[in-house]
């Protein structure tokens, strides 16, 4: 199963950009990468996934060399309401079944 | 509903009681999962579920954990003989197929703290 390895903590101020890059080295064909984003007492929200290259929605970039073995979330001009956990997820699908790893994620703190 | 519900919200148990915590998916979604969030911690995989087939169930800490989903859509995660260390926030997410590609939408968990 693919293990994930995020920045435990990041601080950043509003209005920057903000880049927190997820290591997958075991990543496997067929798994896609995906991000979440988490407040306290919510569950995780799903924010963004890609397979390869760069995925862009309303809310962030994502990122992915063509290795895959790392991806990175962009978040452009954060605020305080940006203020959270976020979690790098990769897939891993085994027989019958789709098990999925969270790591520790990465708490990151948006400054005024 | 929209999105995934769950109750209840929090659960407050005596050490030995028995407990069941209800997931209502997303109407029509195939995949339904639960997770285990320790305080300051990721959420960690109990079960999955594709319909009412339990598929995997690796992440079951102990056989006082059971899950089911008997129509394939609503799940009930039960946990008899509670213990102190069951103490967690319990999430439960769906998703649209059966792929493990599709995000996963989660609810907003049931707090379970064991006296």
């Known amino acids: 199963l693919a293990k994930t390895t995020q920045p435990i903590s990041m601080d950043s101020y509003e209005g920057q950009e903000v880049n927190i890059t997820c290591s997958h080295n075991n990543i496997a064909t067929n798994d896609y990468i995906t991000w979440y984003q988490q407040f306290p007492s919510q569950g995780p929200r799903f924010i963004i996934q890609?397979?390869?290259t760069k995925v862009t929605n309303e809310v962030a970039s994502l990122f992915i060399p063509a290795d895959r073995k790392s991806s990175t979330l962009s978040l452009p001009r954060v605020s305080l309401s940006d203020t959270a956990v976020y979690y790098c997820l990769v897939g891993a699908r085994n027989t019958g079944g789709f098990k999925t790893i969270f790591g520790a994620g990465t708490r990151l703190f948006v400054k005024a | 509903g929209a999105g995934v519900s769950q109750s209840p919200r929090y659960k407050v148990a005596k050490r030995g009681q028995d407990v069941a915590l209800r997931c209502d998916p997303i109407s029509g979604h195939v995949s339904l999962f639960w997770y285990q969030q320790a305080l300051g911690q990721g959420p960690e995989f109990l079960t999955y579920f594709q319909n009412e087939a339990q598929l995997d169930k690796s992440g079951l800490p102990s056989d006082r954990f059971f899950a089911e989903r008997p129509e394939g859509s609503v799940s009930t995660l039960k946990i008899q003989r509670t213990q102190q260390e069951d103490s967690a926030v319990y999430l439960c997410?769906?998703?649209?197929?059966?792929?493990?590609?599709?995000?996963?939408?989660f609810g907003d968990g049931t707090r379970l703290s064991i006296l």
């Open positions: 997410a769906s998703s649209l197929d059966g792929t493990g590609n599709q995000p996963q939408h």
């Open positions: 890609g397979y390869k």
